[in-house]
């Protein structure tokens, strides 16, 4: 062991190969630093806590705060990424009283935002005296590609590919076997040409079946073997001149565009049926809805926030679930502009009186594999899910997606949507100015009957301390 330093106050303990690094190329360097992922984690939170604050050893406590006591659980998170110094909390909240074809789900939404549970909760509580929450996968397709460039006779690449369209099958059989069992797989390899949009491209654009598993890891590895495959049967086959063989692959990836992995989420009900404490004129109310969707269905600027309502609970359930949100958001948003156009991911109609109102969105989730099995919290949420399939989380997903957007659209035409949003938000503002129980319970009290804003409840709070 070697003692070196960092900076003239610090101190870390390393070994000779990171010393040398450090000697070698950037022992000067401010801001950067080689060889950081091979530090200790202590080292790490050292390194971070003298680089970045002014009072390095509050920054270390905070930072070891948010540690587990059980070390066996920390090690399990600190393993699912990379460099890791601490964990980050975001809330897990239940939103109850969703009834979803006939049968009440709690589902469990993790989000940083205030009222987003609430609203869906209040949403699923209406519509479960209205029926409930209709919910259908129409399809569960999944997609990766090879993507490659060959410059040669199109119609021999073609001739070639319908010869040796077996041999990616037959070379798979070892990766899909367990697939198979459980009845997915491969179900389709396609050769597309795309040299119309850029020279001399084309792909192996499959199709792939993944049952309740989102399938990334199958996928790609089945896509790597069709590369190879590619490469490899070029080279023997007869009709290629020389340099029509050197096949070349840029990559292979699966795509996180399901335009055929798509659950439908509707609630419909007679238009009379709509009016509760707060809606008297339930036909206005629908008309109103229907205005704003069709708004957001033709006006993209207003399409893009109605669309981030419906991610606000698609999301939350998505990250409790243990699944990859980032995949999930990129579908949906060129799923809604499929058409050309970035449009309203939900529609809604009047026909003969009943009122419809419903969502189609892309989702590729899964339900084992990943964190499904390994992190305590997503094991749980599963469980208060009922265990779901893969399809049965799609509509549970969706089910939400719809709820939050319905709660939004209806503050939106009637209250604004402020009103709810300030009356869920304004415990973070009690927390903010770090307001004692006695003084939560003046604040509470005054504003149960007056408009919330950010500044009238930062003014009440200064008038109470003065
Ligand atoms: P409210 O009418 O004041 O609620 O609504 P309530 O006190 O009458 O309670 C009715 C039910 O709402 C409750 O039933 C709960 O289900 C739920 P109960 O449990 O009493 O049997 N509820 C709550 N659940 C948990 N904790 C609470 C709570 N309060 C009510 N504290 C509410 C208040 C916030 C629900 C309503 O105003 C609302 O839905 N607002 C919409 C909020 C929203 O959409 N938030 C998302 C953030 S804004 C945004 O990012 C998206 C947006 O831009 C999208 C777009 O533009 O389309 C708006």
Redesign the pocket.
């Known amino acids: 062991m070697l003692y070196f330093y960092l900076k003239p106050n610090i101190t870390i303990k390393s070994k000779t190969y990171l010393y040398k690094k450090y000697s070698q190329n950037h022992f000067n360097m401010k801001n950067a630093i080689a060889g950081f992922s091979k530090l200790s984690k202590e080292e790490k939170i050292n390194w971070i806590a003298n680089e970045y604050f002014s009072n390095p050893n509050e920054a270390i406590s905070t930072i070891k705060q948010y540690w587990n006591s059980d070390e066996n659980l920390q090690k399990l998170h600190d393993e699912f990424i990379e460099n890791t110094i601490t964990n980050f909390y975001l809330p897990m909240g239940i939103a109850p009283n969703f009834l979803v074809n006939g049968k009440y789900h709690s589902i469990p939404m993790v989000i940083e935002?205030s009222?987003?549970?609430?609203?869906a909760?209040?949403s699923a509580?209406y519509w479960s005296t209205r029926g409930g929450f209709k919910a259908t996968v129409l399809n569960s397709e999944k997609i990766g590609q090879v993507h490659f460039i060959y410059k040669g006779d199109s119609e021999k690449l073609e001739k070639f590919f319908s010869q040796i369209k077996n041999k990616f099958f037959i070379a798979t059989e070892s990766i899909t076997k367990n697939m198979q069992k459980r009845g997915g797989g491969i179900l389709d390899i396609e050769l597309r040409n795309k040299t119309n949009e850029l020279e001399n491209y084309y792909q192996l654009h499959a199709t792939f079946e993944t049952k309740d598993s989102m399938g990334a890891n199958f996928i790609n590895s089945c896509l790597e073997q069709f590369a190879k495959t590619l490469k490899e049967e070029s080279l023997l086959f007869d009709d290629f001149l020389e340099e029509e063989k050197n096949i070349e692959v840029i990559m292979s990836i699966l795509s996180n565009y399901v335009p055929n992995c798509v659950v439908r989420a509707e609630v419909s009900c007679k238009v009379e049926e709509l009016s509760d404490k707060n809606i008297s004129n339930p036909k206005e109310f629908a008309e109103k809805i229907i205005q704003a969707i069709r708004i957001a269905e033709v006006e993209p600027f207003r399409a893009v926030?109605?669309n981030?309502?419906i991610m606000?609970g698609v999301d939350a359930v998505v990250l409790a679930t243990g699944n990859d949100f980032r995949a999930v958001e990129a579908g949906v948003h060129v799923y809604a502009s499929r058409n050309g156009k970035y449009t309203s991911l939900s529609h809604a109609k009047i026909e003969n009186d009943i009122f419809t109102y419903w969502l189609e969105i892309p989702l590729a989730l899964g339900t084992v594999g990943g964190l499904t099995s390994l992190h305590p919290m997503v094991k749980m949420a599963l469980e208060i899910l009922g265990k779901p399939s893969a399809h049965d989380l799609m509509k549970l997903v969706a089910v939400t997606g719809l709820a939050?957007?319905f709660?939004?659209?209806?503050?939106?035409t009637t209250?604004g949507?402020q009103?709810?949003?300030m009356?869920?938000h304004i415990n973070n503002i009690l927390n903010q100015f770090k307001t004692t129980d006695e003084e939560r319970k003046l604040i509470k009290k005054h504003f149960e009957n007056n408009a919330i804003s950010h500044s009238v409840v930062v003014e009440f709070i200064e008038n109470l301390r003065k």
Do not use: C, F, P
Request: glycine share 6%; hydrophobic share 35%; net charge positive.
């Open positions: 935002e009222s987003v549970v609430a609203a909760s209040k509580k926030t109605h981030k309502g606000n939050q957007n709660a939004a659209l209806r503050s939106l209250t949507i009103e709810g949003h009356k869920m």
